[in-house]
């Protein structure tokens, strides 16, 4: 259950993300509805799992799902610096 649930929390980031870099106003509006669904479930998902847990264990899970996210910004961060575009100095272009 609550790896169903981090899958659907990484899909809903990744219709966002897209839906940020969509030009097309009714493409990013039916990302953003599709992220808006996905979120639903999510919502419902998770309380399920904590209808089912003590709270000693959800506190812990809780702490899980912060260090996940935090770890997937950090590798997202990481992968959009790598894309960043190196800018060089103009005496090294003007090798002529």
């Known amino acids: ?6 899958k659907w929390r990484q899909k809903r980031k990744q219709y966002i993300d897209l839906a940020r870099q969509c030009t097309d106003e009714i493409e ?4 953003l509805q ?3 669904h996905y979120g639903r479930i999510v919502n ?15 506190a812990a899970a809780e702490k899980e799902i912060a260090r ?3 770890a997937e910004q950090n590798q997202n961060a990481t992968e959009n610096n790598d894309e960043e575009e ?3 100095p103009d005496f090294i272009m003007n090798l002529n």
């Open 1 to 6: 259950m609550i790896q169903r649930c981090h």
């Open 28 to 31: 990013r509006e039916r990302l």
């Open 34 to 36: 599709t992220a808006e």
């Open 44 to 58: 419902v998902e998770q309380g399920k799992i904590d209808s089912t847990r003590d709270p000693k264990e959800k």
């Open 68 to 70: 996940l996210e935090k």
């Open 86 to 88: 190196i800018v060089l």
